[in-house]
């Protein structure tokens, strides 16, 4: 069913790609009633945005997304690595990384882990968990315009297939309607950066034959250095199935039809060092790599998220990553301002705390796709490069400085040089293994998705009463659990783990999580006045004082 001009929505979300979905997810497991509208007939066909890093994951975990991810990419579960060769024939080869997790020291900071899951792979099981949650997602459905007041959002909707013209009225508008979002241009807003980096078309193709040149050489990507067909190859099953980005450079008068089949087996052949390789050609998209950073995130009720808000060069996938978690940080806030518990300038730390991770993200995959040599980069002088550290601390570690947390560092670095993850506020939680009242074992980062979270120890009931207490006053979702080994206690740490010390805390102390699983405040001994504490904590985290 068409809305009609009296229907209303929460939110309304435009795009439904990866992060337009994402939104829905979270917007849905937290109960708000929302609309998706995307122009396009269906989920991505594409095979791209396959790398999905641990936090991303973390986030599909705590949704009850992630099992269904994992058995999507089931086939490339034992992918690894990035190989640089000038062919696949030849001695002239390196590995760049070869393990994303050497010696599986991330299940110590991470009940999740890395996932390679294409976006055609990974849009459908999205679709289907938002739907199962009574989402109202259209496909074929485009904005016309949309113009806003004090009171809301009124949007003009347009079906594809009939082309009827509807309206509906949101309380607020998500864009996630890509790099050139028409959102963003509507309300005037600029985007710094260096702008574009480099362009490729991604070339889809079956060659048995390729499978048997590869061998065991199970490789997330390929970089193909052959001086006439340079590349990237990526495997889709490891099989006959497979990706190749070919460097296109429009700037030189080159264009997409200059990419006839011919070329591009010419060219995937050249590249791969097999000459007389069979190879069919199954499809085309061009893709353009860039460094970006919208000027701002939000005009009025209107906020932008993932490509809308920024680009980022491909190299450590972190582009759709920032944006699934742009949504993610999103969502519980407008769940908080739409249940009333938060006033409406708790959405101002949307800006506040996403634009400088973006901001530095970007650069460093810049810098990366430079460390790497990413087939089509050329870096410009003053551009970054050389060795960069490990990529954790970028897709796991970003902070905030300020925004929605309370008695955080100002000079907390938003992304740090090492990973630092010990419970200061601003920073993600840290993860530790617990058994529950019914020996369920989870991980503290279970416990962060739809309300706030209080872990107290030995003054525990304490801050039951003062968490009781914030729930009258301020009307907020506040669960309140004691950690310890205590008949009293709710949560028991796994092998005597010290909850409060992983937290940088005492067993007096206590430590409050926001919905998104970053620490928002912490006690660090005993406090006089638990209530009176959490009621200030509680007016400046909701805008409320």
């Known amino acids: 069913m068409q809305p009609t001009a009296e229907d209303h929505v929460p939110v309304l979300v435009v795009g439904g790609s990866l992060v337009g979905l994402s939104a829905s997810l979270f917007l849905g497991r937290l109960g708000v009633r929302h609309l998706l509208v995307e122009k396009h007939p269906d989920t991505s066909h594409h095979p791209r945005g396959r790398g999905n890093n641990v936090r991303t994951m973390e986030l599909y975990r705590v949704a009850g997304a992630e099992r269904r991810i994992r058995a999507a990419a089931s086939v490339l579960a034992d992918n690894h690595g990035i190989l640089q060769a000038r062919s696949l024939t030849g001695d002239d080869q390196e590995w760049l990384f070869k393990e994303i997790d050497p010696g599986g020291a991330l299940a110590r900071i991470s009940p999740s882990g890395w996932c390679l899951c294409s976006q055609n ?11 199962e949650l009574g989402g109202d997602l259209r496909f074929s459905t485009e904005l016309v315009s949309f113009e806003q007041d004090a009171r809301g959002v009124r949007a003009l909707l347009e079906d594809r297939r009939t082309g009827e013209r509807s309206a509906v009225r949101a309380d607020y508008l998500v864009a996630a309607d890509g790099p050139r979002s028409p959102v963003r241009e509507r309300l005037g807003i600029g985007q710094a950066g260096p702008g574009d980096l480099f362009h490729n078309v991604s070339i889809t193709f079956r060659a048995p034959q390729l499978a048997e040149v590869v061998g065991e050489r199970r490789f997330i990507a390929c970089y193909l250095t052959h001086p006439e067909a340079d590349g990237a190859l990526l495997p889709v099953d490891n099989e006959q199935d497979w990706v190749f980005h070919a460097p296109w450079h429009p700037e030189q008068g080159e264009t997409l039809e200059d990419f006839t089949d011919e070329r591009c087996i010419g060219h995937i052949r050249r590249a791969t060092g097999v000459p007389d ?46 944006g699934i978690q742009d949504a993610h940080n999103l969502a519980w806030k407008l769940a908080a301002v739409l249940d009333g518990s938060a006033d409406p300038g708790l959405l101002a730390t949307y800006e506040a705390e996403r634009q400088p991770v973006a901001r530095e993200t970007s650069a460093r995959a810049s810098a990366r ?73 989870r991980s503290t980062l ?12 030995s ?20 669960d309140c659990w004691l950690v310890g080994t205590g008949p009293d206690d709710d949560l028991v740490p796994e092998e005597g783990a010290d909850w409060a010390a992983r937290h940088g805390t005492t067993p007096e102390g206590a430590v409050l999580v926001r919905p998104d699983g970053y620490v928002a405040w912490r006690a660090e001994g005993r406090v006089i006045d638990p209530e009176a504490a959490l009621t200030e904590v509680f007016e400046a985290l909701l805008c409320r004082d």
């Open 121 to 131: 792979d990974l849009e459908p099981v999205l679709l289907r968990c938002t739907r």
């Open 369 to 441: 796709s430079a460390e790497h040599s990413h087939p089509g980069y050329v870096p410009g002088p003053g551009a970054g490069g050389g060795r960069q550290r490990g990529i954790l601390n970028v897709a796991l570690g970003y902070c905030y400085p300020s925004g929605a947390v309370v008695g955080a560092d100002p000079g907390l670095p938003v992304v740090p040089e090492q990973l630092r993850l010990t419970g200061e506020p601003g920073t993600r939680a840290p993860h530790m293994w617990l058994r529950d009242r019914d020996g369920q074992r």
């Open 459 to 478: 003054e525990g009931e304490m801050w039951r009463t003062a968490a009781k207490g914030a729930v009258q006053r301020f009307s907020v979702r506040l």
């Open 446 to 457: 279970d416990l962060y998705e739809t309300s706030f979270v209080l872990l107290s120890g």
């Open 277 to 322: 390789m069979a190879v069919e050609i199954t499809g085309k998209a061009p893709w353009h790599a860039a460094e970006r950073v919208a000027e701002r995130y939000a005009a009025g009720r209107v906020f932008l998220v993932g490509d809308a808000a920024h680009e980022m060069s491909p190299t450590g996938a972190f582009g759709s990553n920032t």
